[in-house]
């Protein structure tokens, strides 16, 4: 079972420069070897370059330019060599299966923010002073950065990885258990019914509430973003330095969001791992649910009301919401508690009556109220969603093991 940890570093003024050099030097790489592999594609033989002879050619590119490219990691290079063709695999995938290919792009200074160690002790060796109390890294033309470990790394560290996220730096790791330790079984089995007036209800009756944490940040987001419209879109390198502050005020307001996102997830789902052995929950696909509608036109050249502006403000409450990321960290909380997950087709959970099973959209009359017009059965329209959901994945979990 390999496991992800996410650490903030504190590096010295120097070494966050040398780590932004470290970025530009393989951005320039990456750019480089995509440059490469276009003109060798254009050219009258339509020779194709691959991630071998480009991993070949490192050695002379290093010997070439020792004061950048020599100074970093040879297997970080081949890293990002590797990053690239994986690029360029998923661009034929997607020609060969019809899909919008997406031909992959050059890489500006600013939207290359992450370097690969495909090894610890390769170029960079995690905890890299075990005999001070301060835990450090140490990357190759870095130094050894200090770290904030908040949690200790469970396994064996397999790879680690810089990421850089608006003025804050990252360390990354990837770490391989042999075996997960389950918890200790509760007997409990829960279902939870996601939505946007709560964030989810249990079928226990428990109604966790949405925090909205974009729809509270609005107001400073949109304020923001009007005081970097001022300014005429430039290049990277020209603009001014309260351009600068403006686009990283952006940045910093969309970052917060999504680490408030991440951690109302975790700690979501962590309180369900802990209490029940089994949770059910509705096969949410998301992106089709953000779906804009269709246009509908009319007879004159123009076109009917299809709803666009009542769907463009569900989407942003699906979006502020996170079910996806949510239900991806439930998953792999459940994985290493031991725990099991089922997700089940949620299609009439909302409409059928949990006390005679008459299913009718009229049921449910209200966002909130649920009347079954068939017993006269009454309760709460999203509790009714998560009884049954947890009916269904029960049933779904009794067919696995027949």
């Known amino acids: 079972m390999i496991r992800t940890f996410k650490f903030l570093m504190r590096p010295t003024v120097r070494q966050a ?133 908040h949690r200790p790394v469970v396994g064996q560290v397999r790879t680690v990885s810089v990421k850089r996220e608006g003025r804050r730096w990252y360390v990354v790791l990837t770490a391989e258990r042999s075996r997960p330790e389950p918890l200790a079984a509760t ?20 109604h966790v509430p949405n925090p909205r944490h974009g729809r509270t940040a609005a107001a400073k987001l949109e304020a923001a973003q009007q005081a970097l419209a001022r300014f005429p879109r430039v290049r990277r390198d020209k603009r001014t330095k309260n351009h ?10 969309h970052g917060k969001v999504r680490r408030q996102r991440l951690d109302h997830a975790h700690k979501t789902a962590l309180r369900l791992v802990r209490g029940h052995d089994f949770i059910a929950h509705e096969d949410l696909k998301v992106r089709n649910m953000l779906k804009s509608p269709a246009p509908k036109p009319d007879r004159l050249g123009g076109f009917l009301p299809n709803g666009a502006a009542a769907k463009a403000r569900l989407n942003r409450s699906i979006s502020d919401a996170g079910w996806g990321v949510f239900l991806t960290i439930l998953h792999a909380k459940a994985e290493s508690a031991g725990r099991e997950v089922v997700a089940v087709d949620p299609r009439n959970t909302s409409r059928t009556c949990p006390a005679c099973g008459h299913v009718s959209a009229e049921n449910r009359t209200t966002q909130e109220k649920f009347h079954c017009v068939g017993c006269g059965h009454t309760a709460h329209a999203d509790m009714v969603g998560a009884v049954n959901v947890l009916r269904a994945g029960l049933v779904r979990r009794e067919a696995r093991a027949a």
């Open 17 to 149: 420069q040398a780590l932004g050099e470290m970025l530009a030097d393989h951005c320039s790489l990456y750019n480089g070897a995509l440059q490469e592999r276009r003109d060798a594609y254009r050219h009258v033989s339509r020779t194709s370059v691959r991630y071998g002879t480009q991993s070949a050619q490192l050695k002379e590119i290093r010997a070439f330019d020792p004061e950048r490219q020599g100074r970093w990691s040879f297997s970080s290079q081949q890293a990002t060599l590797r990053r690239l063709d994986r690029a360029f695999a998923a661009f034929f995938r997607r020609v060969k299966s019809g899909e919008t290919p997406g031909y992959p792009r050059f890489r500006g200074a600013s939207w290359f923010d992450t370097v690969e160690f495909p090894k610890d002790g390769d170029g960079c060796r995690w905890d890299s002073t075990p005999h001070d109390p301060v835990t450090r890294v140490r990357f190759q033309g870095v130094g050894h950065v200090k770290v904030h470990r």
């Open 187 to 206: 007997g409990s089995v829960i279902g939870i019914d996601m939505g946007v007036a709560s964030f989810l209800t249990t079928s226990n009756g428990e």
């Open 244 to 253: 600068r502050r403006a686009v990283e005020r952006v940045a910093e307001l």
